[in-house]
């Protein structure tokens, strides 16, 4: 009888099935890498362009309401030219008038009115703000007839210089008037309209030098700015944006930057996303999937293991149909032989039969016996003594004896019946 090996690792598909499971493994785990990396790219290019937006968004804002601060800077300045005459004293109309035009303006903490031999005349708000004008003497010689220059204010955000030349009705230089702008309020009116999820908003000049930020994780402001409130990314990225009205992007390991540059402003604004922050969904989607990869492959494994252990079992059960029928083989020729057997003893049984009911016939037949001797002729035509005849013709055996009539015939003398006693 053949064995058959009925083991699970054992059988010959196992390898091949577990070959091909490795290589669609493989296959399938590149595709998932190769999309889990498209994904991630996909996040970071989303990310970049909602950054580019909030960047350009929040410099349109600062710039509209620079743009209003100088626009109430050219008119103040109109009003000083038309009621100033040659005395170059400021009217209270004047005042109330400048006070008017920026009674809206939030931005502006101040208005300063410097005299031409450098006092400082009139401050419409009083709020005592230091601050030095260095563009001063190019007002004073007709260079410029307006500036806007940033100044340090210790630990607070920067102050935004945003002057105008001054003449009077001669068109003589009297002054210089500057609008004092909080930095800080350009921020605080983003976040208030626009919901700021970014990791972080800043404003910085054209140097790279920190004017106003808000970080939403201090590890993002440690990584983004140096000792001196300057950042190397940002002036990387400023130094890429050189038309006005530009964005650019800068991103390293940690961070990714997106900067606008105020259209005629020295300005740029700068959202920072930290990648923590920026590819957590990304992450969250990632966990989901690879969750799914894994449950997807144990399944096909199991899958697989099961159809194998299945086909074991049918192995094994038509192993036991094969040596079932081996064995019933076995048995119907075993059978087969003691029913010849039987059949041979039989059929010589039946030969025996026949001619013992041939002889039978042969004496039940029509016997030619001879009326005087009583011999019987056999078929060959021989006369023969009846006794001998039923002897080889049958199985009777004779004993002799002798009957009353012949024993009175020929023995007359001995009463062998004894009749003479009757």
Not at 85 to 103: G, L, N, V, Y
Request: aromatic share 8%; hydrophobic share 40%; proline share 3%.
């Amino acid at each position: 009888m053949t064995h058959i090996n009925t083991g699970l690792f054992q059988d010959r598909l196992f390898k091949p099935i577990m070959v091909l499971i490795c290589i669609l493994a493989v296959f399938f785990l590149g595709l998932s890498a190769a999309s889990i990396l498209r994904n991630r790219y996909h996040h970071i290019n989303e990310s970049i362009t909602r950054s580019m937006t909030q960047a350009r968004l929040a410099g349109e804002n600062i710039a509209s309401r620079t743009y209003t601060v100088d626009f109430a800077l050219l008119s103040s300045a109109s009003m000083i030219k038309s009621q100033v005459d040659k005395d170059e004293i400021i009217s209270p109309d004047t005042i109330a008038f400048i006070k008017q035009e920026i009674t809206y303006l939030p931005q502006i903490r101040d208005i300063v009115f410097t005299h031409a031999d450098g006092d400082k005349e009139l401050r419409i708000r009083e709020t005592g703000l230091p601050y030095t004008l260095s563009s001063f003497d190019q007002f004073r010689s007709a260079w410029l007839e307006s500036a806007i220059e940033t100044v340090p204010s210790g630990d607070g955000p920067a102050l935004i210089l945003l002057s105008r030349r001054v003449e009077n009705r001669q068109n003589t230089f009297i002054g210089v008037l500057t609008a004092v702008i909080d930095t800080g309020f350009f921020y605080n009116q983003y976040e208030d309209d626009l919901h700021l999820d970014a990791g972080g908003l800043a404003l910085f000049d054209s140097q790279g030098l920190l004017m106003a930020s808000w970080f939403n994780h201090p590890d993002i402001k440690t990584h983004l700015l140096s000792s001196d409130n300057s950042s190397a990314a940002v002036l990387s990225a400023i130094t890429s944006s050189s038309m006005p009205g530009g964005s650019t992007t800068h991103e390293d390991e940690h961070t990714v930057i997106s900067t606008y540059q105020l259209r005629n402003f020295p300005f740029h604004v700068a959202v920072i996303q930290g990648k923590t922050d920026l590819l957590k969904k990304w992450r969250q989607e990632t966990k989901r999937d690879i969750a799914l990869i894994i449950a997807t492959f144990v399944t096909a494994l199991l899958t697989l293991l099961l159809a194998l252990w299945q086909r074991k079992q049918r192995t094994k059960a038509e192993h036991r149909l094969i040596q079932h029928q081996q064995d019933l083989t076995k048995t119907v020729q075993h059978r087969t032989q003691e029913l010849h057997s039987t059949n041979s003893v039989l059929q010589e049984k039946n030969r025996d039969l026949e001619a013992a009911i041939k002889q039978i016939k042969t004496l039940s037949g029509l016997l030619p016996i001879c009326s005087h001797c009583k011999k019987i002729r056999d078929d060959k035509g021989y006369w023969n003594q009846i006794e001998g005849y039923i002897q080889s013709h049958s199985d009777a055996k004779f004993s002799h004896g002798i009957c009353q009539e012949c024993a009175k015939k020929h023995y007359p003398d001995m009463d062998i019946y004894g009749e003479d006693e009757s």
